[in-house]
T-cell receptor, first 111, second 115 residues
């Protein structure tokens, strides 16, 4: 399978805590994108990290990429109840420029 | 960024019928895609909608079942033909605002239930 695979499948934390989600993939990539999906609705783009980048920040989000290990992580700091959602990583394959998705991490932030 | 709208947002259909889903983007984009998300599952790419030519389908998806139109650089339609309950899914369109290696933005999705 070429898809990004998220770990853990589910994560439950208290408001204010940090949440870390991991992603592994199998092929060479051009970039890797993280998305959020609330309750079966559309995907909201969070951040894109290119293959020559190691870390990227956007607000409370921090994404890392290790191409040697074919892995990425998404850190959400000071989580809020509104962060409750499914989070997907989507590696963009270098061979055909197609995004592939795993099953996501379901994050629940308890108030 | 790109703002994407889809119509309808949801529908309930009878088996054997067809439904056409529309995707409208607020700016001209080179690449548009259609995905399916079955209940509790991940997103699966159905096809790439090519402007002015036939769509490029992924393995397991065929034009007779999922005909796609792309008449211009801001609009595309996906038809789900001869529907069965297995077609119950969320269908999402997405666009790449660059040349295939940039951010992909997604529409709000169309939730389809087939009875």
């Amino acid at each position: 399978s070429q898809q990004g695979e998220e770990d853990p499948q589910a994560l439950s934390i208290q408001e204010g805590e940090n949440a870390t989600m991991n992603c592994s993939y199998k092929t060479s990539i051009n970039n890797l994108q993280w998305y959020r999906q609330n309750s079966g609705r559309g995907l909201v783009h969070l951040i894109l990290i290119r293959s020559n980048e190691r870390e990227k920040h956007s607000g409370r989000l921090r994404v890392t990429l290790d191409t040697s290990k074919k892995s990425s992580s998404l850190l959400i700091t000071a989580s809020r109840a509104a962060d409750t959602a499914s989070y997907f990583c989507a590696p963009l394959r270098a061979s055909n420029y197609k995004l592939t998705f795993g099953k996501g991490t379901l994050l629940t932030v308890n108030p | 960024s790109a703002v994407i709208s889809q119509k309808p947002s949801r529908d309930i259909c009878q088996r054997g019928t067809s439904l056409t889903i529309q995707c409208q983007v607020d700016s001209q984009v080179t690449m548009m895609f259609w995905y399916r998300q079955q209940p509790g599952q991940s997103l699966t790419l159905i096809a790439t909608a090519n402007q002015g030519s036939e769509a490029t389908y992924e393995s397991g998806f065929v034009i007779d079942k999922f005909p796609i139109s792309r008449p211009n650089l801001t609009f595309s339609t996906l038809t789900v033909s001869n529907m069965s309950p297995e077609d119950s899914s969320i269908y999402l369109c997405s666009v790449d605002t660059g040349q295939g290696t940039d951010t992909q933005y997604f529409g709000p999705g169309t939730r389809l239930t087939v009875l």
